[in-house]
Structures are given as structure tokens and as C-alpha cells.
Nanobody, 127 residues
Framework: QAQVIQSRGGLAQLGGSLRVSCAVAGRPWNTLGIGWFRQAPGKEREGDAC????????QYADSVKGRFTIERNNNLQVVYLHMSNLKPEDAGTYYC????????????????????WGQGTQVTVSS
């Protein structure tokens, strides 16, 4: 079982920016597609963004398109989620996870496609 390691979240102002990162230990980096999910209190966990193993494909939820960017850095073996123009509904606990499938160009925002999950990172958006 791989260990998914997330950076701390933080507090951002409305309309501001924040970056979180994700690394994975215990599995070869070139077998890992990575996704970011958000869970607001009392709500289901929702996929925000993901990137394929080969880094050539990404997928975003409609709610974050144009505001969030997922970046895969193979040299550092880390995936970043760059969040900008933050809105109140972006607040919540963010989880990073990796796919179970190892197709190089596979992308999915379905949480059932993911195997190992990080511990969660709190993101707060203040007005």
C-alpha cells in the first residue's frame, strides 16, 4: 500500500490563490496517476482535478475550470494543485489520491478509481 503525503493547506482570501502538493511513497512514480478531491462539511467528496501518469492528460471539474491547475513535476515526483480566484465554495478538506489503473493516459474524477488516499488538508477561504 502506498503512502500519499500531502502538504498543509491554509487560509486564503476570497479571490486569492493557494497551492497544495502531493507526493507518494511506496510505489514507482511512473505508475501513478494523481487526483485531488474536495469535501465540504456534510457533503460528498468531489473530484476537482487529476493528471495522467504520462502527464499529457488532465481533467477538471466544471466548477474549477479556468481557476485551478494541476501540475505534475516528474523531476521532483510531486503533483501540485494551483488554486486561484478562490471562492467560498472552494473551502473544505482536500484529499490527494492515486489511481488504481496504470494506463499511461488514464484520467478520472471518480473516487472509486482511486486506491490510496492522503490524510486530508484543510483549505479555508475568508472574505
Amino acid at each position: 500500500q502506498a503512502q500519499v503525503i500531502q502538504s498543509r493547506g491554509g487560509l486564503a482570501q476570497l479571490g486569492g490563490s493557494l497551492r497544495v502538493s502531493c507526493a507518494v511513497a511506496g510505489r514507482p512514480w511512473n505508475t501513478l496517476g494523481i487526483g485531488w478531491f474536495r469535501q465540504a462539511p456534510g457533503k460528498e467528496r468531489e473530484g476537482d482535478a487529476c493528471v495522467s501518469i504520462n502527464g499529457q492528460r488532465t481533467q477538471y471539474a466544471d466548477s474549477v475550470k479556468g481557476r485551478f491547475t494541476i501540475e505534475r513535476n516528474n523531476n521532483l515526483q510531486v503533483v501540485y494543485l494551483h488554486m486561484s480566484n478562490l471562492k467560498p465554495e472552494d473551502a473544505g478538506t482536500y484529499y490527494c489520491a492515486h489511481f488504481g489503473r496504470t494506463d499511461s493516459d488514464y484520467v478520472s474524477l471518480d473516487s472509486t478509481d482511486y486506491t490510496d488516499w492522503g490524510q486530508g488538508t484543510q483549505v479555508t477561504v475568508s472574505s
